[in-house]
Nanobody
Framework: QVQLVESGGGSEQAGGSLRLSCVMS????????MGWIRQASGKEREVVAAISWSGGSTSYADSLKGRFTISRDNAKNTVYLQMHSLQPEDTAVYSC?????????????????WGQGTQVTVSS
């Protein structure tokens, strides 16, 4: 059974940075493409970043304007989301998710397994 556990969320002021981590257990991490999906109150879920199983391909939401970076360490079964220049509109619950899909890992419908999520709150 795949389990995903996020950490690193919290409160930050606008312009600050946070790094989220997500550890997978229960299967071979390198079999999976990984994504970070956020959901703000009253809004639909959004794939903010995704990364292929090898880390060789990444995808980002256009709205981020280069402020976030996704990476992974297959030796540690961990995917990261480094967030810079945080804005109040980045406030959301951030969840990591896993998929065995080779293509379309930037699409929310591709994801099979989800973590519980971690809250990120950015104040102005």
């Amino acid at each position: 059974q795949v389990q995903l556990v996020e950490s690193g969320g919290g409160s930050e002021q606008a312009g600050g940075s946070l790094r989220l981590s997500c550890v997978m257990s229960g299967d071979i991490f390198s079999y999976y493409a990984m994504g970070w999906i956020r959901q703000a109150s009253g809004k639909e879920r959004e794939v903010v970043a995704a990364i292929s199983w090898s880390g060789g391909s990444t995808s980002y939401a256009d709205s981020l304007k280069g402020r976030f970076t996704i990476s992974r360490d297959n030796a540690k079964n961990t995917v990261y989301l480094q967030m810079h220049s945080l804005q109040p509109e980045d406030t959301a619950v951030y969840s990591c998710a896993a998929t065995t899909t080779v293509y379309d890992f930037d699409k929310i419908y591709s994801y099979h397994y989800w973590g519980q999520g971690t809250q990120v709150t950015v104040s102005s």
